[in-house]
């Protein structure tokens, strides 16, 4: 169990202590755009497959059960899974300002439109789902941890990512944040924004729903474990 924690605190403190923080910049200045973000994608990935090599490994070796596999649970994440993979999929398929420089932001006259009605961090908030669903449906030690490092990373990174975007954009960024929010459906209940379903895009329902359906399909053969098995 020691590994996987350590490899958990690698994993949050390269995203927190640096793509979270002002040393994000510094390094920028040294290494330029370019290279930081080969340097860091680097020592992500290896901080990933470190991750899910340790998680593997005291799955098999120390299983440590907290609350079991509640029925219950497994049947929340097949329900609620659908809509993780909607989030993660308009996240990247919508035009976010977040993603804009300056002048682009000024242009689109910060209008969001589609998931960002909801969320300004769809992609983050739809990792953040499908943790929280694979966490309460193990329950136990070790996914807690595996899962957990997931669940804290989107939701934590999701105000990191706003703080990284006010340093870059000041009062750009400031004007944007009036008229969404982070929490999903903040923004909808106050209203500041209305929810416009022909702006989430059917093809992007539909392609979620098909990609979910194939990975339900074979969940068993990719990672052992059959959902409602």
């Not at 992609?123 to 669903?133: S, T």
């Given at each position: 169990m020691f590994p996987l924690i350590l490899a958990s605190l690698f994993f949050l403190g390269l995203h927190f202590g640096v793509a979270a923080t002002s040393l994000?910049?510094?390094l920028i200045e040294r290494?330029?755009?370019?290279?930081?973000?080969?340097?860091f994608a680097s020592l992500a990935l290896l901080g990933l497959i470190w991750l899910v090599y340790a998680w593997r490994q005291a799955a098999h070796g120390s299983y440590i059960p907290l609350w079991g596999q509640p029925v219950v649970f497994k049947y929340?994440?097949?329900?609620?899974?659908?809509?993780?993979?909607f989030l993660v999929i308009a996240g990247i398929s919508t035009r976010n300002p977040a993603?804009?420089?300056?002048?682009?932001?000024?242009?689109?006259?910060?209008?969001?439109?589609?998931?960002?009605?909801?969320?300004?961090?769809?992609?983050?908030?739809?990792?953040?789902?499908?943790a929280l669903l694979h966490l309460l449906a193990n329950g136990d030690a070790a996914a807690v941890i595996f899962f957990g490092t997931f669940l804290v990373l989107a939701i934590k990174g999701s105000y990191d990512l706003?703080?990284?975007r006010l340093r870059q954009y000041g009062e750009l960024w400031r004007k944007y944040q009036k008229v969404t929010s982070i929490v999903p459906f903040q923004a909808i209940?106050?209203?500041?924004?209305?929810?416009?379903?022909?702006?989430?895009g059917w093809w992007r329902i539909a392609l979620a729903l098909v990609l979910y359906g194939g990975l339900l399909h074979a969940h068993a053969r990719l990672f052992g474990i059959a959902p409602l098995g």
């Amino acid at each position: 169990m020691f590994p996987l924690i350590l490899a958990s605190l690698f994993f949050l403190g390269l995203h927190f202590g640096v793509a979270a923080t002002s040393l994000r910049d510094r390094l920028i200045e040294r290494l330029g755009e370019k290279g930081y973000r080969i340097l860091f994608a680097s020592l992500a990935l290896l901080g990933l497959i470190w991750l899910v090599y340790a998680w593997r490994q005291a799955a098999h070796g120390s299983y440590i059960p907290l609350w079991g596999q509640p029925v219950v649970f497994k049947y929340l994440a097949v329900l609620l899974m659908p809509v993780a993979f909607f989030l993660v999929i308009a996240g990247i398929s919508t035009r976010n300002p977040a993603r804009l420089g300056q002048e682009e932001m000024i242009e689109s006259g910060f209008q969001p439109t589609g998931v960002l009605r909801i969320t300004r961090h769809p992609m983050l908030w739809g990792i953040a789902l499908w943790a929280l669903l694979h966490l309460l449906a193990n329950g136990d030690a070790a996914a807690v941890i595996f899962f957990g490092t997931f669940l804290v990373l989107a939701i934590k990174g999701s105000y990191d990512l706003d703080r990284k975007r006010l340093r870059q954009y000041g009062e750009l960024w400031r004007k944007y944040q009036k008229v969404t929010s982070i929490v999903p459906f903040q923004a909808i209940f106050q209203g500041k924004q209305k929810l416009d379903w022909g702006e989430l895009g059917w093809w992007r329902i539909a392609l979620a729903l098909v990609l979910y359906g194939g990975l339900l399909h074979a969940h068993a053969r990719l990672f052992g474990i059959a959902p409602l098995g």
